[in-house]
T-cell receptor, first 111, second 112 residues
């Protein structure tokens, strides 16, 4: 079952530009996480935001969470070619503590 | 170095054969997970285990089996009952459910 859905599915930007990707989910959550996946590799955790938080920063990453709209956004500022990857949001299933992943946004940063 | 390892990196199987994918972690995590990823898709949960000697089915458990005899190890067997097993398989672990998960590098399984 899909809980989080990312938008857009694919995004192509020039190096130095900002990249914004969005995630929508359906049910109440304890927290929402963002992960990055380079092609053919495992996922790497980027940031976790709790349901009582509205915004969180980590380096060039800024995550917002709007629980009333059941949505989150990930902003990558001053993008680099090395940011090229797929980005996934993941939400918890409050009844069983599983993580449910969206289908991801494929980001291409052109040099 | 602490981490989570998967082997092999690539695996080829003939139709009708069972294969076992290895997943080992030395992070002292209680919870471990197996996911399947198809091209251009997100992750789908196959099985998960929150404690040794216990595991639960995920969303797509049919045709798969697991065991959790040791805290460090969570092998996944892809049986001949799995109709379309060609995929990228990812193992993960965490301190407890719903928090940061640490992923292995994955095993790409191809059925010939």
């Amino acid at each position: 079952s899909q809980q989080g859905e990312e938008d857009p599915q694919a995004l192509s930007i020039q190096e130095g530009e900002n990249a914004t990707m969005n995630c929508s989910y359906k049910t109440s959550i304890n927290n929402l996480q963002w992960y990055r996946q380079n092609s053919g590799r495992g996922l790497v955790h980027l940031i976790l935001i709790r349901s009582n938080e509205r915004e969180k920063h980590s380096g060039r990453l800024r995550v917002t969470l709007d629980t009333s709209k059941k949505s989150s956004s990930l902003l990558i500022t001053a993008s680099r070619a090395a940011d090229t990857a797929s980005y996934f949001c993941a939400t918890d299933d409050r009844s069983s503590y599983k993580l449910i992943f969206g289908s991801g946004t494929r980001l291409l940063v052109r040099p | 170095d602490g981490g989570i390892t998967q082997s092999p990196k690539y695996l080829f199987r003939k139709e009708g054969q069972n294969v076992t994918l290895s997943c080992e972690q030395n992070l002292n995590h209680d919870a471990m997970y197996w996911y399947r990823q198809d091209p251009g898709q997100g992750l789908r949960l196959i099985y998960y285990s929150q404690i040794v000697n216990d595991f639960q089915k995920g969303d797509i458990a049919e045709g798969y089996s697991v065991s959790r005899e040791k805290k460090e190890s969570f092998p996944l067997t892809v049986t001949s009952a799995q109709k379309n097993p060609t995929a990228f398989y990812l193992c993960a672990s965490s301190k407890e459910g719903a928090y940061e998960q640490f992923f292995g590098p994955g095993t790409r399984l191809t059925v010939l």
